[in-house]
Each structure stands twice: as structure tokens, then as C-alpha cells.
């Protein structure tokens, strides 16, 4: 598969074993969330058949790791 990881995000506080990574593969972005190193959840930013952009992906993962999505 053909991605690039293009952002990464990293938690602090009581959030710092969180990061999340911002991945784009052609059209779609995904986000990757960790806990202590270990993948929880991987998101594709499509929903209800709407692509959405990097500045939602972004938002995602800036969410996960300031602990707004669990």
C-alpha cells in the first residue's frame, strides 16, 4: 500500500502516553491512535460517504491525544 504518514500529534499531561498519526493513501485520510504504544483504533476520515479533508483528520487526532475522543 502507498501512504504517507504526514502528521504526527503526541498527548501531554495526563494524556502523554497518547499519540496519533495523520496518514493520507490517494484520496482518504486516516488517523492512527496510540496508547502507550499500541495501536487502539484507526479511523478512516470517510463518513456516510463524505471524504473528508486534513484539517478533519487533524482535528480527530488532536482530539484523541488532548483525551476528547476515549
Known amino acids: 500500500m502507498n ?4 502528521h504526527t500529534f503526541w498527548g ?3 494524556y502523554q502516553d497518547r499519540r496519533a498519526e495523520v ?3 490517494k484520496d482518504r485520510y486516516t488517523v492512527h491512535m496510540y496508547k502507550n504504544n ?3 483504533e484507526s479511523r478512516l ?3 456516510r460517504g463524505v471524504v473528508h ?3 478533519y483528520a487533524e ?3 488532536e482530539n484523541f491525544v488532548m483525551g476528547i475522543i476515549q
Request: charge should be negative.
Open 53 to 55: 479533508n486534513e484539517t
Open 23 to 25: 496518514e493520507f493513501n
Open 45 to 47: 476520515m470517510v463518513s
Open 59 to 61: 482535528n480527530a487526532a
Open 38 to 40: 499500541k495501536l487502539v
Open 3 to 6: 501512504y504517507s504518514k504526514i
Open 12 to 14: 501531554s499531561d495526563e
